[in-house]
């Protein structure tokens, strides 16, 4: 079954998909589908991009049945791509090398400017899931990358927010933390910051000092250090705990098809873990009423982000 | 360079020297080349020690090189460091020939100075050396052997070049000598060692305790070396001390048990005073005119002799040590005062010291076969061809000490030699001795820290880590897992001076790198663009100073002893290849422009 289903309650779109129930679990590195010449890559690569095999959204969606008049449903129309970050196997965004990550920057600029030529496409939302706390399939590093037929529900609320808000609220944000102690790190052209209303404890907010949308709009100064800023984020999280963090890294790049011109392109890292063994759940307040708990102070979890070692 | 008191030329040249005749001919090969034939033209055998070919008037700075691994490669004024000499006129770690310190100084192998290099091309029979004395240089060959009656013998091929650019000729240089040996294959290797954290008190508990945290730290060692501390006594291989009561073998299988190249140090030329071997076996030892052993060396407070390698019974010993060893399942070995093998003097086949050497080293190159060789205290151009990386500075120390540049253990000293000798790469993986990332139990400034790390990753050379494992703060291990990520380039050292270099990396696993290394006590401003016609210029280009990330202004400051690293970046173009699965699904490989699918292999487990 596959197919997009509108919640009148809350004006959202759902996404039935019984295809991702397929996909393999965390197989031991012997029988990894994403090393090279063992199942999803043919041969040696050093990224790719693919459609997943187990999509949500697929541009060739199977014919959908009316449904009730109560219901509204639509084809799910989109593409759903697995973004292979390299083929070293025990490799990971804190250990890669920035001209590897660097080049990732570059394949979702290259994937972000192809699937903005469908005009079908509304949204296009890089992101990676890193450990089995958030549901991560695999441990070849490796990211995905939704292009939505619609505006997703928190996008929306984000559109929304830019409209009321006089000037560009990440603009002022980056103003106002500045003169904090919640900087993690510092860069040329990027910031990366526990903001003042993190969700999660070491939520980390990745803002370009410029006011760019796209990854299309990015210098190759800038590109190369937003690498180097996610190699730092990522570093400083395994150093936190002295283990792999677990995290969601999620993308926002603006809405196409139109374009939404004043959209300050970002990253979140949406951590779960609270500290070394306990994890907050997205539990009933969070995820009924989307109003989150963070057990947290983020000017605490800025300072230990802060002072955790990195390799860079 | 006057040839027998003629200026040089092409042709062919030959003039009586005592009991010789010497040939030489010249032709012109990017300089000139001279191929020198000696013949011994008396009824009787004669015995042939040094011998003089040339001599030309140098500048007053030059490049001079020692023979050996640890000996310096530096720029010096002779007539400044001359009074010094003379007290290695006995020591034979400096040369195979030391009583030339008496009233010279020796350059071995090769010489530049503002204008001209000259260089031997290999030591396969003689040991080839420029003499520096009263602003002359003589240009000299030490045969050690005897020649019978009307024997000839071709010795060692002479290259001399007018030169505009020294860096460019010591390559071409390389070239030569490369082509005039043959090379073994090899690449470089990342490994953790015993020295420089244990010295020689390992124990066979603490080498233990080191390879389990080996697996703690997550980094991937592809070797564990054992360093000087397990024998019994120098010469004593096999025997281990009683800090390793289960020997050898043991410890190889733990070693291999964690995916690793289990190594081995040993000083196979090399027999002690108190050893079974020298009181056993007198007949396996180097003997002065009067049959009298001849110290070698004095190290660990002992005397220490050197093995005759002509003579077959040794050369059979030798050849057990070696594949005894491998047969406890050891891949590396770290093989050491390899000089000992060379000295002058009378063994039990009448040959010269350079060929008495290279029979030892056949025979445990040949013994070892598809293992690594790493040399150290070796004699260099005979090593070629016997090793499969060398080390090219004296040892490292976790202080500076700037002072003492003869060979003695100094970060700088071998820092430097790593650079003025990385073009030595083309025959060998040269072996800048061990880094060591720790910040406590050193007095190395943070900046010289940078030096001792980044300098040895950047040349790509063998990167082998000496701390103590369990004491490295989190700051520390990411240092090194920062420095790796520097490696797999191909470095060009510009000399600028003997203490200030520029290293030119290309396709380092960080791209490109240029980095300005100031040696010096003085603060050094560098225009980064006065090197530009050392790096190509890149699309959108720009220069981020490692590791602070910001951008490089074209002009940068750099503290003493220290090293500025700079990223040299542009806009990246990558490939991209479409393809169709069986199934309808699309997928695009990109690859970066240096990908050669082994670039970015991580340094973790």
Redesign the interface.
């Given at each position: 079954m596959m197919e997009l289903r509108h919640n009148p309650i809350t004006d959202e779109w759902i996404i039935i998909s019984s295809e991702t129930q397929k996909r393999p679990v965390l197989p031991q590195k012997e029988a990894c589908p994403l090393c090279p010449g063992v199942l999803?890559?043919k041969h040696?690569?050093?990224?790719?991009?693919?459609?997943n095999?187990y999509p949500a959204l697929r541009l060739d969606p199977p014919e959908i049945s009316k449904p009730d008049p109560a219901f509204e449903n639509a084809p799910s129309y989109g593409k759903c791509e697995v973004i292979m970050f390299?083929?070293?196997h025990?490799?990971s965004l804190s250990?890669?090398?920035?001209?590897?990550i660097?080049?990732l920057v570059?394949?979702w600029e290259?994937r972000t400017r192809d699937l903005m030529k469908y005009e079908k496409i509304k949204y296009i939302f890089p992101f990676e899931n890193r450990g089995k706390e958030v549901g991560a399939s695999q441990i070849h590093p490796h990211g995905q990358l939704y292009a939505f037929p619609f505006i997703p529900k928190r996008i929306q609320s984000m559109i929304d927010a830019i409209g009321k808000y006089k000037g560009c609220a990440i603009c002022d944000v980056i103003k106002a933390e500045e003169k904090t102690e919640n900087i993690v790190y510092d860069?040329?052209h990027f910031i990366a910051l526990v903001p003042y209303f993190a969700r999660f404890p070491y939520e980390v907010h990745v803002y370009p000092r410029r006011h760019i949308s796209f990854f299309t709009e990015m210098?190759?100064?800038e590109?190369?250090?937003l690498a180097?800023t996610l190699k730092v984020v990522t570093?400083k999280y395994d150093?936190l705990f002295?283990n792999e963090f677990p995290y969601m890294m999620e993308i926002f790049q603006s809405p196409v098809n139109p374009v939404m011109k004043n959209f300050h392109f970002h990253i979140e890292f949406n951590p779960p873990k609270r500290d070394k063994v306990n994890v907050k759940w997205m539990a009933s307040v969070e995820t009924g009423t989307w109003a989150f708990i963070n057990p947290l102070t983020p000017s605490d979890a800025a300072k230990s982000l802060k002072n955790a070692?990195?390799?860079? | 360079m006057n040839l027998f008191g003629k200026p040089l030329d092409y042709g062919v040249r030959k003039r009586k020297v005592g009991y010789l005749e010497v040939s030489l001919s010249i032709t012109q090969k990017d300089g000139y080349e001279i191929e020198i034939e000696i013949e011994n033209t008396t009824e009787d055998s004669k015995f042939i020690g040094d011998l003089k070919i040339g001599d030309f008037e140098p500048s007053e700075k030059i490049l001079m090189n020692n023979y050996q691994s640890w000996g310096p490669c530096t720029f010096v004024k002779p007539s400044e460091i001359i009074k010094s000499m003379h007290e290695l006129s006995d020591n034979f770690a400096a040369s195979p020939v030391p009583w030339e310190f008496k009233d010279g100084l020796i350059s071995d192998y090769f010489i530049a100075d503002d204008k001209t290099f000259a260089g031997f091309l290999s030591s396969k029979v003689t040991h080839p050396y420029f003499k520096w004395h009263d602003g002359m240089v003589d240009v000299k060959i030490y045969v050690g052997k005897h020649l019978k009656p009307h024997e000839k013998i071709k010795v060692e091929t002479l290259w001399v070049k007018d030169f505009s650019k020294l860096e460019e000729t010591l390559e071409l240089y390389a070239k030569k000598v490369a082509n005039s040996n043959t090379i073994k294959k090899f690449r470089p290797l990342f490994g953790w060692e015993s020295w420089y954290s244990y010295y020689l008190n390992i124990s066979q508990d603490s080498i233990i305790g080191e390879l389990d945290r080996t697996s703690e730290i997550g980094m991937k060692y592809e070797v564990f070396q054992i360093d000087d501390g397990y024998e019994k006594d120098i010469g004593d291989w096999l025997e281990t001390n009683e800090k390793f009561p289960e020997g050898l073998e043991f410890l190889s299988k733990k070693i291999k048990k964690s995916n690793m190249m289990a190594g081995i140090w040993t000083a196979p030329f090399s027999i002690s005073e108190t050893s079974s071997i020298f009181k056993y076996h007198k007949d396996f030892l180097v003997k002065d005119e009067n049959g009298i052993p001849i110290v070698a060396y004095e190290n660990w407070n002992k005397k220490i002799y050197a093995l005759d390698t002509s003579n077959p019974d040794a050369l059979f010993w030798l050849g057990e040590i070696f594949s005894t060893l491998k047969g406890y399942g050891y891949e590396f070995f770290k093989i050491d005062f390899l000089f000992a093998g060379m000295i002058p003097g009378k063994r039990f086949l009448d040959v010269t010291p350079v060929e008495a050497y290279r029979m030892g080293m056949k025979k445990i190159a040949d013994t070892v076969g598809n293992t690594h060789v790493l040399g150290c205290g070796a004699p260099l151009l005979p090593s070629i061809g016997y090793v499969d990386s060398m080390r090219i500075g004296c040892d490292t120390a976790p202080e500076w000490r700037g002072e003492l540049d003869m060979g003695v253990s100094s970060a700088k000293f071998s820092i430097r030699n790593a650079l003025t000798r990385n073009f030595m790469n083309a025959w060998w993986v040269n072996d800048p001795d061990c880094v060591m990332v720790r910040s406590s139990d050193t007095n190395l400034t943070n900046s010289e820290r940078m030096i001792n790390i980044y300098i040895p990753a950047l040349l790509n050379g063998q990167f082998l880590e000496s701390d103590f494992l369990g004491k490295l703060?989190?700051?520390d291990l990411?240092l090194l897992?920062?420095a790796f990520?520097f490696r797999n380039g191909i470095s060009k050292v510009i000399l600028l001076d003997k203490e200030r270099y520029a290293v030119v990396t290309k396709k380092s696993?960080?791209?490109d790198i240029i980095s300005f290394v100031n040696l010096s006590d003085f603060e050094w401003k560098v225009e980064i663009e006065n090197y530009r016609p050392f790096f190509d210029e890149k699309?959108?280009e720009?220069f981020?100073l490692?590791?602070s990330?910001?951008?490089a202004k074209n002009e940068i400051k750099i503290v003493p002893h220290a090293v500025a690293i700079i990223m040299h970046?542009?806009?990246?173009n990558?490939r991209?290849d479409d393809e169709k699965?069986d199934d309808g699904?699309?997928?695009?490989?990109?690859?970066?422009e240096?990908?050669d699918?082994t670039?970015?292999?991580?340094?973790?487990?």
């Open positions: 999803e890559m040696d690569y050093d990224l790719t991009a693919f459609d095999r390299t083929s070293d025990n490799s250990r890669m090398p920035i001209g590897q660097e080049k570059y394949v290259d860069g040329e210098t190759p100064s590109k190369f250090d180097v570093s150093s002295d070692s990195y390799t860079i | 703060s989190d700051d990411h897992r920062g990520n696993i960080n791209g699309v959108d720009f981020v490692y590791p990330m910001k951008h970046r542009g806009k990246r990558l991209r699965e699904r699309d997928i695009h490989y990109y690859w970066g240096e990908y699918g670039s970015t292999q991580s340094y973790n487990r």
